[in-house]
């Protein structure tokens, strides 16, 4: 039984206003979570004690092993192999060239934007870059196949091994081996629901430039696969040879999930095909884990087959077993000559690559001085963490940025359903608010306020406190005068606090803000007050 | 003006060199080719002939030559194998599945030919998807060599194959020159069996965009011509460099016609030991002789050599090809082009299609090559066989130390008989022995005709040369040419 772990579960955030709690063993029905500590910022440190993530069962724990096999579309002008666009979102066959339809004595012509793409890519994901790589036909009939084959690379694919580093709840990290990315084409589309009769055939996509990238079976736990992909996709994003969409279908995964009892051999795995979320991934985990081990425990085995997961239903069904499987008839193409790379080439490849996720975290976490968590969160879009980087510079406090970006901005840009680029308040803007606050010209709590004001107009940070009166006053003389009145028209309370009841300081510091509306500085108000009533 | 049978006679260069000078035109000669071609149409040389596009492109061409915009095959009527895609000509293959299809588009090669001038008489007919030794898989009936047996009776012989419409139309005077392709033997032993010059270059020298596709590690194009000479001008016009062909190299075009010097004193010609095949006719192995003959004769020095892996040439051969055939040959599927034969589902479609579409021989190679990649044979087969490929290769790398070209007959046999072979795959592969080595290793060779068998029919001996070794193998045919004269006339020639 496994229960989502939603964000809300647990306060994770260390921003302003953040309850500051200590982590909880949460063991619900069988499922160990991590163990949390906080530290007295509110900040997340360390996980103490780190238990792996296992699955009850009747007959005891259970491991989960996932690996995943990700197709990413290479955002490039033209396809694989062809000249023609791989736009996304053209009339059906607009998209089509004489070789994408596969006519008789076509001929690909490797696309050398996709083999760059790809060379950078398997850069960015730590992994070796083979010089000698080799096309090879994978041999299958479908209509929406028009070779007959799709080129693909097989024994000698254009990067082998590395691996890179995921980010868990709590700033944890994990390292996830790469086993391999490969170039290939994808497939046109069969559309079956044009006609009672007929399929038609859309071929935009056949000849379209993927990578496939293969992962060791390296993950754990549902979060854990779902954290691959979410790191996947920022670091293609960032260099920008994928652009993550896996609503459109950009980006999809065919996830690989086994289940054993800790220190046992992998258990034989299902494969569950083109998973186009990264919720999707999590659930699909989990539910093909809990559907082996009743099997298992049952008295069954589990098949190596192809499986489709419907989020609808909650399930994953049989697509083709073993016995069904394709015979590739994988050999090199002849049509294409083995693709060879020099040093010089891979090191321009390099050259172009920015500043990547985990540097950037790293950098962030080291000279901004911010939580694993937060610059985890900061630097998975690249956009964002620029944004952040302004925000920071023009604030001079790279942490209080950290927090009002990832707490207050994103919390109203995700309520009001707006994208960064969109955003109402600058960087600047930003920076200039924790300006004000750390100048005393406004408290947190009014910081606040104008935030929203800042959201709904966009306006500069010190024009609202301006125009609205809300400059703190830090004037000694005005608050002393407040308070003498208030603790004259209050002696029953001053005596309750003098004859112990000292938490009342609060009721007299909630007076003085109600009748300042929220101006005065509240260390002022509280000194005063502190040195009124305790003489 | 000169008469029609005085046209025919002409090879390539002589009508040039006439149509030079205006003392013919391109229409005329092309009429006088439309002519045969109606008189002879049971030879059966073309599948679809194209008698008014011929007519416009010779009448265009010869505006072009008063233009004073003359191309290296300007107003030369030529055939073109059926297995070149051409622009809205119905393209086959020689294949059922493709009857009615009609390309939108050039093959790079037909093209070149066509900027440089040349007349398109129609498309000749082949072994289906090229498959064959004897054009007696086309779909679209046999062709028959203009040759006939002295003692023969009047049993039709085959042209051999696959390039056997163009074999059967140079031969028998119904084009004056047309392309072929090679990816066995294609090229060469029907050229050998009409009496005809085949020119396989090396492979890359031609692109294969365009041409339906068998084996794509072995295809490569090239002229057949009525001479050595006629073949060194139309593969310069053929030849080039194709972007859009990937294995295509990226080398200059020579001059070929000015490699024919004449001159091959001091040249060394390996003659290998493993061409010794037992059973073959003394004929063969005596024109063998006369050939080293003649070339040393000329000046050459004969360099006895060894290809050892030779023997394994033909199994090697019989697997790599198939097995890219079946993946090439996946395409026709009856869902985009060509002829569909309708069932209860998709698989149900492609069976029947495949199975009306395909005729026989095809079938055979695609099960073949299916089998030979699939999982469990792979290792044992394709890729074995790839690694004879690579030492058969190799084979002929280290003969290059010792010799610059390599003679060998054409073909075991002469022309047979239509049934002679027919119920016998076996025996009509061994028609390969010779022409699939040099076609492993991508190198150059030329079939030459250089005598006749005691029948009266043509055989060849092949020169095979290093890669881009064109104009050697050239200059060395024209000696063996000079020194063969041949000019036996074929009794079916129009």
């Known amino acids: ?535 | 003006m000169s008469d029609s049978n005085e046209l025919l006679s002409l090879t390539l260069a002589e009508a040039r060199d006439r149509l030079n000078a205006r003392e013919i035109t391109s229409v005329e000669l092309t009429d006088a080719y439309i002519d045969a071609m109606e008189r002879r149409s049971e030879l059966n040389a073309y599948i679809t002939p194209t008698p008014e596009k011929a007519r416009d492109m010779a009448k265009a061409s010869d505006a072009r030559r008063a233009e004073g915009d003359a191309g290296a095959m300007e107003g030369l009527p030529i055939g073109m194998k059926d297995l070149f895609c051409t622009e809205g000509v119905q393209s086959t293959a020689g294949s059922h599945i493709l009857e009615g299809f009609t390309p939108t588009y050039e093959s790079t090669v037909s093209g070149n030919l066509w900027n440089a001038g040349a007349v398109m008489l129609g498309k000749t007919n082949m072994d289906e998807f090229a498959m064959g030794s004897s054009n007696l898989t086309s779909y679209y009936g046999n062709v028959q060599n203009p040759f006939m047996a002295a003692s023969g009776g009047n049993q039709p012989l085959v042209p051999g194959g696959s390039s056997g419409g163009s074999a059967s139309a140079v031969s028998g005077r119904l084009a004056i020159a047309a392309t072929g392709t090679d990816t066995g033997g294609s090229i060469r032993q029907p050229a050998a069996f009409t009496g005809i010059v085949g020119f396989k270059p090396t492979y890359g020298r031609c692109s294969r965009w365009g041409i339906v596709a068998f084996a794509s590690s072995l295809d490569q194009a090239g002229p057949m011509t009525r001479d050595v000479r006629d073949s060194a001008i139309m593969l310069g016009a053929m030849a080039g460099f194709d972007p859009k062909d990937s294995t295509s190299v990226e080398t200059a075009v020579p001059d070929y016609e000015a490699a024919l010097t004449g001159d091959i004193r001091g040249m060394r010609i390996g003659v290998p030991k493993e061409y010794r095949v037992d059973g073959a006719p003394a004929e063969i192995d005596g024109l063998w002789k006369q050939g080293v003959d003649w070339l040393k004769d000329a000046g050459a020095k004969i360099v006895d050599i060894s290809l050892p892996h030779t023997k394994y040439a033909l199994p090697t051969y019989y697997i790599v090809a198939p097995a890219e055939a079946s993946s090439n040959l996946a395409r026709y599927d009856g869902v985009r082009f060509g002829l569909r034969v309708d069932g209860k589902d998709l698989n149900d479609m492609y069976a029947h299609t495949r199975a009306e579409g395909f005729g026989e021989e095809v079938q055979r190679r695609v099960l073949v090559g299916t089998y030979v990649l699939s999982a469990g044979y792979y290792d044992a087969y394709y890729l074995k066989a790839q690694r004879i490929r690579t030492l058969i290769a190799r084979d002929f790398q280290e003969a290059w130390g010792s010799c610059d070209l390599i003679l060998t007959p054409t073909a075991p046999s002469a022309a047979f008989g239509f049934e002679d072979k027919a119920d016998d795959p076996i025996a009509m592969y061994l028609n390969d022995v010779f022409t699939v080595p040099a076609s492993l290793a991508g190198l150059p060779a030329i079939s030459v005709p250089a005598g006749l068998d005691k029948d009266g029919l043509p055989l060849g001996l092949q020169l095979i040369g290093p890669a881009f070794g064109e104009e050697t193998v050239l200059r060395a045919a024209g000696v063996l040419e000079t020194a063969a004269d041949f000019k036996a006339t074929p009794q079916l020639a129009a």
């Open chain 1, 1 to 535: 039984m496994i229960e989502n772990w939603a964000p809300s579960d647990m306060p994770i955030c260390c921003a302003v206003g953040c309850a500051r709690e200590v982590g909880a063993q949460l063991v619900s029905l069988g499922v160990n979570r991590y163990i949390l500590a906080y530290d007295d910022e509110g900040s997340l440190r360390r996980k103490v004690p780190k238990m792996a993530y296992t699955v009850k069962g009747e007959t005891g724990d259970w491991e989960v092993v996932v690996g995943l096999e990700v197709h990413a579309q290479i955002s490039s002008q033209s396809k694989l192999f062809s000249g023609a666009s791989a736009r996304f979102g053209a009339e059906p066959n607009e998209n089509v060239s004489l070789v994408d339809a596969a006519m008789p004595g076509m001929l690909p012509v490797l696309n050398a934007e996709c083999v760059k793409q790809g060379v950078r890519t398997g850069l960015a994901l730590n992994s070796k870059v083979n010089k000698r790589s080799v096309f090879a036909r994978k041999n299958y009939f479908y209509a929406d196949l028009p070779q007959g084959y799709q080129i693909s690379q097989y024994e000698e694919p254009i990067i082998g091994e590395g691996e890179i580093e995921i980010d868990l709840e709590g700033g944890e990290t994990k390292n996830i081996g790469i086993e391999r990315l490969h170039l290939e084409q994808d497939a046109g589309k069969s559309l079956h629901d044009q006609s009672p009769t007929k399929s038609f055939i859309d071929l935009n996509r056949s000849g379209v430039a993927l990578m496939e990238i293969v992962s060791k079976p390296d993950m754990r736990s549902p979060d854990e696969a779902a954290a691959y992909v979410s790191k996947l996709r920022s670091i293609l994003r960032y260099i920008g040879s994928c652009d993550g969409n896996m609503a459109e279908g950009s980006m999809r995964a065919d996830v690989n999930v086994s289940v054993r009892k800790p220190g046992e051999p992998f258990g034989t795995r299902a494969e569950l095909k083109n998973i186009n979320s990264i919720r999707f991934v999590r659930q699909a985990v989990e539910i093909e884990a809990k559907r082996q081990i009743k099997l298992i425990e049952g008295g069954g085995t589990v098949d190596q087959e192809t499986r489709l997961f419907d989020p609808n239903k909650g399930e994953t069904r049989s697509m083709r077993s073993k016995e069904d499987a394709h015979d590739y008839r994988y050999f090199p193409d002849p049509d294409l000559l083995p693709l060879e790379l020099n040093d010089a080439y891979i090191e321009d490849c390099k050259a172009t690559l920015p500043e990547l996720p985990d540097a950037k975290k790293h950098r962030f976490i080291d000279d901004y001085g911010l939580s694993p968590y937060d610059a985890s969160v900061l630097v998975a879009e690249r956009e964002t963490a620029h944004f952040y980087e302004k925000a920071a510079k023009a604030s001079g406090d790279p942490k209080a940025a950290a927090n009002w970006i990832s707490v207050e901005l994103f919390g109203r840009l995700n309520k009001s359903g707006v994208a960064l680029v969109d955003s109402p308040i600058s960087a600047e803007q930003i920076g200039a608010l924790i300006g004000l606050i750390k100048d005393g010209t406004i408290s947190g709590k009014i910081a606040k306020d104008v935030f929203d004001e800042m959201f709904q107009s966009s306006k500069d940070p010190g024009a609202i406190v301006e125009e609205k009166g809300l400059k703190q006053i830090t004037d000694t003389g005005a608050i002393e005068a407040i308070v003498d009145t208030l603790i004259a028209e209050n002696q029953k309370q001053v005596a309750a606090y003098r004859d112990g009841k000292t938490g009342l300081l609060g009721w007299f510091v909630g007076q003085v803000m109600k009748q300042t509306q929220g101006k005065a500085n509240p260390g002022v108000v509280n000194q005063l007050l502190r040195s009124k009533l305790d003489t």
